[in-house]
């Protein structure tokens, strides 16, 4: 009935929605589904006219709110679409359309304002614009008619508002404020593509200062445009670079750069005059480690940060120190000690890889560093494997160790994921490694999704090497707790089950992989 009111009275079926949902929660309009559908519809139609327009898009977003429909175009995608600054759906201009996010913003509920905010990254979105053809009202809501702007001006002074709304969400120091700063990180390519970037520079430069000069997401999309856009105007490379560089630590300060240049710097390279790609990041990183070995700088008051959270080239950088630093043995005994004291959610095992790495097999510090680790469960569990993967291929010791700590029920099968990747084995004869996984599966069976993975990936493409391990593989494919039908291993499965299915003539065990099946 209601929605079929819409296109008669636009007006009198605003009235109707605002009675009927005003006096629900957020949390009360979340158990809504029935009506819910031709609800959203109806609003959606009457956002098209200015005079509905307010009402029908703060009930838009009230529903939002309170989302319980994941398509495209539920509450939250038709109220987020209603800002784009083409195709919006509406007749309403741009800039008048912000008091709806205004209002919201200046709400008591989080989920409210998490909704706005998300609207304003479509309001600054500048590359592709969509929508439904979906002509009602008589006619009235055709595409063609959706208000548009007419001169640049009305495009940058509605991205100029959107950023200022974003930009005092993110000052604030409300639950909503880093969710801000993630929107406008994520959508600051409009203001360093246009003329925004000069008005806005001692803005942003503030901005920055208020972050202590740490936003990863900006800074990495600057460095993507100065690397691979040749053909930028001097002026505009210039402030391209100026605004990297208020998103560069002061090199007084150890800890920022720190995070900078190792736990935080993105992921950039560069192509070289060869036509390779070079990892400019991982260099940089690198280069800052043979720094910190030359100039003897002490690095135990920053192992909690370099043992904490995302971690970006901190496996590169350790590895240098790994390689030159003389006190490399202090540094794994301290970060080894500090490790179980660390919040288990958060740790992060990329510095200890990195040095194990760094010293490279044969090192005696090496063997005894995860021979420390083996024997003691507060470290095993999270650490032996990873560490003892660092470096390819392992040797003949790494694997027994490992099987003890299986043996001794200090690991998981969930750590032997950390073998899948490259050929850890190589190297090592068939036999040995048959001996070693076979006491691992027998001591626990949930091992065999890793053991298999392992193997599948040592054989790929090796037939030789796959047959070694046939009778091994016959064994495998039959344990229970392999999930066949899984997209990752399914295809392994099934390229291992047919190179040893033509290999044997086994008809009990060739029945039994059928029933399996």
Known sequence: MFRALTPLNPSAATKVAVQAIDRYSVSELRA???????LVDALELLTWEPETFPDAARLLLKLA???????SNNATGAFKHLFSLFLSGTKVPAIDRLQ????????????????????????????????????????????????????????????????????????????????????????IDVFLHSSLIYELDADFRELTERFNHFWPAVKDRIRQILDFHDDLHPDHRSALEKWKGYLTPQSEAFDLKLRDVVSHPGWHSKKTKDGEYLDISRTEAEEFAADVVDHDVDLLPYLNQLLLGEQQQTFSFAAVLGKRMTKIDRLLK??????????????NWSLLAGMISGLGREHELRTVTLDQIARDPKLCTDLLIPLTTSIFPITEADLVRIGTAFRSERVTPDALVYFVRGRPLQGLSSEFVIKQFAGILETDPNTAKGLFEILALHCHGEPDEAHKYKEFFMRLLLEP??????????????????AVVSATDNKKWLERLARHI
């Open 481 to 498: 707790c392999l999930p066949i039908f899984n997209t990752q291993i399914g295809w392994q499965w099934s390229e291992i089950a047919t």
């Open 65 to 71: 709110a309170a989302e319980n429909e994941a398509w």
């Open 32 to 38: 809504w589904r029935s009506s819910r559908r031709d």
């Open 100 to 187: 709806v996010i205004r209002d919201a913003l200046a709400s008591p509920e989080v989920q409210i304002q998490q909704v706005a905010i998300d609207a304003l990254g479509f309001a600054v979105n500048y590359r592709s614009f969509t929508r439904t053809y979906d002509v009602t009202l008589g006619g009235k809501r055709d595409p063609s008619q959706d208000w548009r702007p007419k001169t640049r001006k009305e495009e940058l002074d509605y991205w100029r508002e959107s950023y200022r709304l974003l930009r005092v969400k993110a000052l604030t120091n409300t639950p909503a404020s880093e969710h801000a700063k993630m929107v406008l990180g994520n959508n």
């Open 334 to 347: 301290e970060a080894l000690k500090l490790w179980p004291l660390l919040e288990p959610r958060k740790r």
